[in-house]
């Protein structure tokens, strides 16, 4: 009876979406808009990075003169304006080329506008002469802020616009009118035929107030990571994030967040970042709206970077845990100093990078307690994350986007609990969480963000045995044991010790074999062995550079790098590392 | 073994993302569409996944797997487009038409608006997969794939989805 009527409903079903389906015609200009960005995104691959080059040479001659500070929002018409706060003692709205000098977006350069003025005879990329397109295509495209789509108000002149971006904020109830919220004043210059942003400014500045402000550093000076960044107080109860960004891709370089703010207090946040090679980029700082949790507010400016960090480690080279701090590491393993500060909370258990940063969990008693994060060069560390009372964070992740997942392990009288914990997601001051009230099961090694930035997966251990899971960091629910991660792995070949993700999303798994330990590539339908060591240990740390080259530490503190079809090297002047990552 | 040449790197992609528009650019705008209710944002989701299709084509290279990723990525981008948005499919701001099409005029306007009503009271993973095996026809496996779940998942999601439509619509009557 059932399944006569799950037939009827199924059909049903099948006829009511085939009808529905039917009635959607998409437009016939597809493959035109598609092919479009196809050839706009390979345009700025082959012609807008090289010159970059040749534009941070100009940005170089600039600093070594002295350094630029410029009036906020300054243009080509505007007045010569010298920042108060600024490192600059001479200040000019373009340089020597008439190009704005606070300019970064959709170029930094006369070198790059000019490469575009030729395409744009031929009908290339048309938009760019548009001021309220190149706003809009800067918020979304650049900033991913997509729902700040509205243009509420424009203000152009000949050589100058003030294009105001609003947020269609959801209605409260079905039915209703949705309200829109200004959310920034995107900032333009002409140069040529091309609209430049010079920066952004709030769209909720009041008569009592100005909104969200960036007092320091001035617009256009210059700075080196960790960057402070501070603007005074306003509202109440308010929280800023500050990011600093490439100025014209869409890679975030490094960002923070600033304390409760308001109610009189003045703001600062101290945000540690791998500088862009074209030696500048953008501050943004966003606050959320009090109305429904969106983007409220957004401001940035351009910041030029003074130098590259010369602490990072060499071409090819890597950072381990020795001795409880940050080492720098040659390619063959030699080591090259400590990180600057990585002992400043006390003993460093494990660290990882991430857009330009090092995440390392550390602590002063035996568990670490709480999760840093500082500029790869060193300098002082920001905290990014802290266990609860009696856990300590026993693995972690972060995902290019600067998004955190952590596994906490009870220690002490909560000894035999723990929790997987996605910040970034839910509700309350930790986010979500998936409670492991008795372990096992326990989360072994590192969870580990897939690319959408929305999965993790993970190795959890059930006593001798264990499965690779793979959680949904919105769904609040516990995957199956027979979620598989990794296609075709079984568990009974290997148990892992350590998992990764490699720059291009490909998770690796470094297991031991019994006899062996073998670092295995997740792909197709089943994994493909990456570096076999003849040594039965038992893995501690993996990475995995993006040409695909394998970096492996095991408990001993033992390290091999190799690649897929080459020999292991053992890297034996790299002793007592028991964490890794290029 | 030498690095692939980027040329024909791109001219490989150019060549199999005009084959892919060409078979299969319009069952995923309605895919989108059945997903978002929303006919304008589908079709820019789409596209968004023809393009990153394009950016992906040398790990992708053959076209059943590029096909997988970008069913996958107009289900993910669909996802995340409603959850931006807030708001439910019975919510959405610019709602597909409701006209009857002529070639099922056996289903009538009011049947269509209950089942397709009853459908969107789903819960998501329910609704994805109702709407992957009863509309795109795919198998219990290519479900999985496109949701990243197990086949086992996909058929308890499809048995509990039919069971819920159809007491759905039952307490209609």
């Known amino acids: 009876m059932s399944d006569d009527r799950d037939h009827l409903i199924e059909q049903r079903l099948r006829d009511a979406l085939s009808a529905t389906a039917d009635n959607v015609q998409p437009g016939g200009d597809g493959l035109m808009r598609i092919q479009q960005r196809i050839g706009e995104r390979r345009s700025q691959q082959r012609w807008l990075r090289p010159v970059l080059v040749a534009g941070s040479v100009v940005v170089v001659a600039a600093i070594a003169v002295g350094g630029v500070a410029i009036a906020r929002h300054g243009g080509n018409n505007g007045s010569v304006g010298v920042g108060d706060k600024g490192p600059s003692t001479t200040a000019k709205p373009v340089s020597d080329d008439g190009f704005p000098t606070q300019g970064f977006f959709p170029f930094a350069t006369a070198t790059e506008e000019s490469a575009w003025e030729q395409q744009f005879a031929n009908g290339h990329s048309p938009w760019i002469s548009d001021p309220t397109a190149v706003a809009t295509s800067w918020v979304q495209n650049y900033l991913k802020q997509s729902d700040v789509s509205d243009v509420s108000n424009q203000a152009i002149t000949a050589t100058t616009a003030d294009v105001t971006l609003s947020r269609k904020i959801p209605s409260a109830s079905h039915g209703t009118t949705s309200a829109y919220s200004p959310v920034t004043v995107v900032h333009l210059v002409k140069f040529n035929n091309a609209w430049i942003v010079t920066g952004a400014s709030s769209a909720q500045a009041t008569s009592s107030h100005g909104g969200l402000t960036i007092s320091s550093p001035a617009p256009g000076s210059t700075g080196n990571s960790p960057l402070t960044v501070d603007g005074p107080g306003y509202g109440a109860d308010e929280r800023a994030t500050i990011e600093v960004r490439d100025a014209e891709t869409p890679t975030l370089l490094g960002q923070a967040s600033t304390g409760m703010f308001g109610n009189g207090n003045s703001w600062s946040a101290t945000v540690p970042f791998q500088p862009s090679d074209d030696g500048f980029g953008v501050i943004v700082a966003t606050v959320p709206s009090a109305a429904d949790g969106g983007v409220g507010e957004i401001v940035a400016q351009k910041v030029v970077f003074t130098q590259a960090s010369p602490a990072a480690v060499t071409a090819g080279g890597f950072y381990g845990v020795q001795g409880g701090v940050i080492e720098r590491f040659s390619a063959g393993g030699t080591p090259q100093g400590p990180v600057t500060g990585s002992d400043s909370h006390g003993t460093v258990a494990e660290v990882h990078d991430s857009a330009g940063s090092l995440y390392f969990t550390a602590g002063t008693s035996r568990c670490p307690s709480a999760l840093y994060s500082m500029a790869i060069g060193g300098g002082s560390a920001t905290t990014v994350a802290a266990a609860d009372a009696g856990y300590a964070i026993t693995g972690f992740d972060v995902s290019p986007a600067g998004r955190l997942v952590y596994f906490e392990s009870g220690c002490g009288p909560q000894a035999g609990k723990g929790k997987l914990v996605f910040p970034a997601f839910g509700h309350g001051p930790q986010g979500r969480a998936i409670d492991f009230p008795s372990l096992p099961p326990v989360v072994g090694g590192d969870p580990v963000w897939e690319p959408d930035g929305v999965h993790v997966d993970a190795f959890v251990r059930t006593g001798m045995q264990g499965y690779l899971a793979r959680y949904d960091a919105t769904s609040g629910t516990d995957p199956q044991p027979s979620t598989n991660a990794c296609p075709g792995y079984d568990v009974n070949n290997g148990m892992p010790g350590a998992i990764t993700t490699a720059p291009d999303g490909t998770l690796y798994i470094a297991v031991q074999t019994g006899t062996s330990m073998q670092v295995l590539r997740c792909a197709g339908n089943r994994p493909t062995v990456e570096l076999s060591v003849s040594k039965n240990g038992t893995p501690s740390s993996v990475s995995v550079d993006p040409s695909g080259k394998v970096l492996l530490a095991d408990v001993d503190g033992e390290v091999w790098s190799g690649k897929a079809g080459g020999l292991e090297t053992a890297l034996t002047s790299a002793s007592g590392v028991t964490s890794v990552t290029w | ?173």
Do not use: C
């Not at chain 2, 209950?114 to 998501?124: I, K, S």
């Not at chain 2, 219990?140 to 989805?161: C, F, M, P, T, Y």
């Open chain 2, 1 to 173: 073994m030498n690095p692939p040449d980027r040329s024909d790197a791109f001219a490989g992609a150019d060549e199999a993302i005009v084959t892919l528009y060409t078979a299969h650019y319009r069952s995923l705008v309605r895919l989108a569409a059945l997903l978002l209710h929303d006919t304008a944002s589908a079709e820019d989701i789409v596209q968004d996944a023809f393009v990153a299709t394009h950016k992906s084509w040398r790990r992708l290279r053959d076209p059943e797997n590029a096909l997988a990723y970008l069913r996958q990525s107009v289900v993910n981008r669909s996802r995340s487009r409603l959850r931006h948005l807030k708001v439910e499919d019975r919510k959405a701001p610019r709602p597909m038409p409701d006209a009857p099409s002529a070639e099922y005029g056996a289903i009538s306007a009011v049947e269509r608006t209950a089942v397709m009503t009853a459908l969107r009271e789903l819960p998501r993973r329910q609704r994805e997969v109702l709407v992957l095996r009863y509309y795109s026809d795919l198998s219990e496996a290519q479900i999985a794939d496109a949701l990243a779940i197990s086949n086992g998942a996909v058929k308890s999601h499809a048995s509990r989805g039919i069971a819920a439509l159809r007491e759905s619509l039952e307490s209609q009557r």
